[in-house]
C-alpha cells in the first residue's frame, strides 16, 4: 500500500495537482515528473506529445507507483487512451474531472474553456462537457503566453497581467458563468485572471477535481496509504533543476518544508 503516485507534467504546471494532493493525502508518496527541458508541449504535434508521454511513464514506471497521473491537459487529450493501453495501474487525466466540476456549476450553461494550443484544438473539453450535457455552449480558447510566463515564475507582474488581460479579451465579451482553467500551469496565475474575468465568473480548477478524483479511486480500490510513517516524495525535472525547485518550493510552501524531498535530474532526453 505504500507504493508512491506517479504525476507526470510537461514543467511545473502539475504542481498544482500535487498541491492538491498533498493536503487531500498527506500518507501519500509523491513522485513528480515535470519535463521542463521540452515545455511547453501545447504547440508540439499530437504524435510528438505522445511519444514524450511514453518515454516519462517509461521511466516512472521502475519506481512501481500504484498510479499514474497525467496532469498535463495537452498530454491528457492526446495520450491518455495510449498510456491506459501499455499499463496495468490505473492513468487518470484532468480533463473530465474539471468538466465535470464546470457542469456542476454553471448556471446559465455556458462554459469558457482556456488551455494550450494542443488542447483547445484537440477539442477534448467541447467533448467531455457535451457528453455531460449535450445542451452546453461551450467557447474555447487558446491562451499560448501563459505556460511561459509560469514557467519562468513569473506569475504576478505588469507584463503578466498585460498577457491575460489582452489574452482573455475575447471571452470577457461573451455570456459565460463558469472558466476551466484547462491546464494544469493556469492556477499559477488564477488570481491575475480573476482579476481580468471578474467576480462573477467562478473558476474552475482542473488540478482541485483531479486530486479528489484521485483519492476516491485509492479509496475504492482500497488502495491507500495505510502507515504513519512520513512519506518521502521524488522530484524529477529534465531541464535546469534550479528554476524548478524554486517554484516548487514557493508554490509548495509549508507541505514542502514539513515533508522530506529527494530532488533528482533523470537522463532521458
Known sequence: MQQPIAILDSGVGGLTVVKEVMRQLPREKIIYFGDTARAPYGPRPAEEVTRFTREIVDYLIQYRPKMLVIACNTATAVALEDIRSRVSIPVVGVIHPGARAANGRTQRGIIGVIGTEGTIRSGA???ALKQLSPSVEVISLACPRFVPLVEQGNFRSDETYAAVSESLESLKQRKLDTLILGCTHYPFLAE???????????????????????STILYDRNR???SDDQPVHQFFCSGEPRMFKSITQQWLGEQIELTP?????????
Open 224 to 226: 491507500m496509504a495505510r
Open 192 to 214: 491575475t485572471i480573476a482579476e481580468v474575468m471578474g467576480k462573477e465568473i467562478t473558476l474552475i480548477s482542473s488540478a482541485d477535481e483531479t486530486a479528489r478524483e484521485i
Open 125 to 127: 473539453y467541447e467533448q
Open 261 to 269: 524531498v529527494v530532488w533528482q535530474v533523470p537522463n532521458i532526453v
